[in-house]
Structure formats: C-alpha cells, structure tokens
C-alpha cells in the first residue's frame, strides 16, 4: 500500500478507501504488490482513488466520501454561494459616493 500511496502523491490514502479498491480489482488486486504495475491497470487504479469510482465494465464505488479529489482541492476550493459578486465582496463597507 505504500507503492499507491507513492503514486497517488497522497500519504496516507484512506484506509476505507483502499479496502474499497482492493474489493473492487477482485483478482487483479494482486498485481498491486508487483513491481511493474500495468499502465492501463495503473491509470484504473489512480482513476479510483481519486474519484472514489474503479472504472470498468461497471464502474464501482470504492470511496466516494474519502476520494482523494477532496484533499488535492482543499486548500482551493470557494464556498458554494448564491451569489454574483467575488469572494470577499462584504468583507468591508460600501464606499461612500
């Protein structure tokens, strides 16, 4: 798990998420511990962790809540608003006209 962990770019990956992956490759989970991991295997399996979806035939949910696409924008991401204005925008009074 340290070798997903290396190629996710993240450390640790979520238990719950990894579980979910290994539950999802089946049989293929196997080759995760080999040295050489296939590209197209590689790309499914990075595919996973970051949008909590193992694409395949059927695509499966590994992890929705704990994918990695959560923690890679979370320092980024803008509060939902309803409203048009930037960021910040009532952070101070109106000028004076």
Not at 49 to 71: E, H, K, N, Q
Request: charged share 20%; net charge negative; glycine share 12%.
């Amino acid at each position: 798990m340290n070798r997903l962990a290396a190629l996710a770019g993240f450390d640790p990956v979520p238990q719950d998420l990894l579980h979910g992956l290994v539950r999802a490759l089946g049989n293929e989970a196997a080759a995760l511990d080999s040295p050489g991991l296939p590209a197209d295997l590689r790309i499914r399996v990075l595919r996973g962790l970051y949008t909590g979806v193992l694409p395949g035939d059927t695509d499966t949910r590994i992890g929705f809540c704990s994918a990695l696409m959560w923690g890679a924008i979370k320092d980024t991401n803008n509060v939902i608003s309803y409203r048009g204005e930037i960021p910040g925008y009532r952070a101070n009074p109106p000028e004076a006209v």
